[in-house]
């Protein structure tokens, strides 16, 4: 695994589940998390702690090239299918645990809507880490 790669696929997926997160969750999905999550342990915008959401999005920006740059993926939607399976397994295990184990999460649909959603942000960040990386060119 080259270095490299590595660290610009890690610092790119992390931009883009940042802003593509940020997009998701905090504009077109900010009403239906609203009603279908206890907004009681939710912190208010102001009182968010950014640097842990910063750090989070690094450690999974730097999970998922570790992921691409260790399968030796070869095409960009390889990248973003198993991106994508990733963050659906991921997603899957922390929303079910979730709604086994607390009241966070109102009812079942949630899990479903969340476990898609995340998929997606993994895919476009698999992706992402192909296309940055340069994982696809050609070796001189």
């Given at each position: 695994?080259?270095?490299?790669?590595?660290?610009?696929?890690?610092?790119?997926?992390?931009?883009?589940?940042?802003?593509?997160?940020?997009?998701?969750?905090?504009?077109?999905?900010?009403?239906?998390?609203?009603?279908?999550?206890?907004?009681?342990?939710?912190?208010?915008?102001?009182?968010?702690?950014?640097?842990?959401?910063?750090?989070?999005?690094?450690?999974s920006?730097?999970?998922?090239?570790?992921?691409?740059?260790?399968?030796?993926?070869?095409?960009?939607?390889?990248?973003?299918?198993?991106?994508?399976?990733?963050?659906?397994?991921?997603a899957?295990?922390?929303?079910?645990?979730?709604?086994?184990?607390?009241?966070?999460?109102l009812?079942?649909?949630?899990?479903?809507?969340?476990?898609?959603?995340?998929?997606?942000?993994?895919?476009?960040s698999?992706?992402?880490?192909?296309?940055?990386?340069?994982?696809?060119?050609?070796?001189?």
């Open positions: 695994m080259k270095t490299n790669k590595f660290l610009l696929g890690g610092i790119a997926a992390a931009v883009t589940f940042f802003f593509l997160g940020w997009l998701i969750y905090g504009i077109l999905l900010m009403d239906y998390m609203q009603n279908h999550y206890d907004q009681s342990l939710m912190k208010a915008e102001e009182d968010m702690i950014w640097w842990a959401m910063i750090v989070s999005n690094l450690a920006g730097f999970l998922l090239a570790f992921i691409i740059c260790w399968a030796n993926i070869k095409s960009l939607s390889d990248a973003a299918l198993k991106g994508g399976i990733v963050g659906l397994l991921i899957l295990a922390i929303n079910l645990s979730y709604f086994s184990m607390s009241d966070m999460i009812s079942f649909t949630p899990v479903i809507v969340d476990t898609f959603v995340s998929g997606f942000l993994w895919a476009v698999g992706a992402v880490i192909f296309w940055v990386s340069g994982m696809g060119k050609k070796k001189e």
